[in-house]
Structure formats: structure tokens, C-alpha cells
């Protein structure tokens, strides 16, 4: 056994190595704050549930749809995941900001500047950094427009629900 070696090679690294998980295990047990990865087990196991509501992201470049089926996964992932992404930014800043802190106050005795967990990126620069990538991957771009479908779950499938929303943060020209 790994610990038994390590206490007969060398005392002083047998008490760091046991200091070491106690220490993240008090940490991992009193703040419900993963401190380290070596110890997320559970990382990949729970259950995941699917929302209620999905929003299919639709995008005109040029006034026309852009077909996504003949293109690299690779690609249409990252155009579709970044587009969600920031739409949810801000939420998601409040959300680790409050958690965070809710954590370094009982550790630190102060909490962290809001600055540190919030995204500067303006709508104008996500506009001119997303076209720019459409570019790169062969998409010329004169205009762009971003449409949000809303769908909810129906006996495992998707049906349409509400109308389509126009993505405002995407700056149009």
C-alpha cells in the first residue's frame, strides 16, 4: 500500500502527504468547496437533467440562414456553445462571484472585488470577434443576425414553443 511505503522511505513525507489530504478534506467538508480535482470523484457520475426549455440558436449571414450540416463539428460547436455562453455571461458572473465569496469571507474575512468575476466583453467587441471567426473559417460576412428558437420537452422530442426571440447582443449593421 501506497501510504505504508511512503511512511517507511521517509517520515516527514508521510506526515505532508497525510496533513495534505486532511487539510482538503476539511476544506471539502466544511465550505462544500471542491479544492482540488484529485478529489471531485463524482465529477462525471451524477444524473443530468435536462432543462425544460432549450433555446436552437438560428444564424443569417448575409440575410440567409447559415447552413450548418456541411461543416466541421468542431466548428459548428464553437459557433453555437460561444453564442450561449455569452448569452448567459452575466448570470453566470453573479452566480460564482456569490459563491466565491461566500467562501473567502469565512476564510479570507473579506470578500473578492467584483471585478474579478465579471466579463468586460461588451456586445460590440463579441460582435466584431464573432464575425471575425466566421471569416476564418470561410464565412464572408456583410451582415449577421442571431435568432434564439425556444423549445420545451415533449415525450422526448423537441416541439416548438413561442415565437422566435432576435439576439440583441449581437450589434447588427
Do not use: C
Not at 495534505?20 to 478529489?39: D, E, M, Q, T
Not at 432549450?54 to 450548418?68: C, M, S
Not at 470578500?111 to 460590440?124: E, G, R
Amino acid at each position: 500500500m501506497f501510504i505504508t511505503k511512503l511512511y517507511r522511505h521517509s517520515k516527514i513525507a508521510f506526515v505532508s502527504f497525510v496533513i495534505f489530504i486532511f487539510s482538503f478534506l476539511f476544506i471539502n467538508y466544511k465550505w462544500g468547496v471542491v479544492a482540488s480535482p484529485l478529489f471531485q470523484l463524482g465529477m462525471y457520475s451524477a444524473i443530468m437533467n435536462k432543462p425544460d426549455t432549450q433555446y436552437v440558436y438560428t444564424l443569417n449571414v448575409n440575410d440567409e440562414p447559415l447552413l450548418l450540416n456541411n461543416r466541421p463539428f468542431v466548428h459548428n460547436d464553437m459557433l453555437l456553445v460561444m453564442l450561449s455562453r455569452f448569452s448567459n455571461h452575466q448570470e453566470h458572473n453573479e452566480k460564482v462571484l456569490q459563491v466565491f465569496n461566500g467562501w473567502t469571507t469565512k476564510l479570507l474575512g473579506k470578500s473578492l472585488p467584483a471585478k474579478a468575476f465579471t466579463n468586460s466583453v461588451t456586445d460590440t467587441t463579441f460582435t466584431t470577434w464573432y464575425k471575425n471567426y466566421l471569416q476564418s473559417i470561410e464565412v464572408p460576412v456583410q451582415t449577421l443576425g442571431v435568432y434564439a428558437n425556444k423549445y420545451v420537452w415533449a415525450t422526448d422530442k423537441l416541439v416548438p414553443a413561442g415565437k422566435t426571440e432576435i439576439k440583441s447582443f449581437i450589434v447588427r449593421n
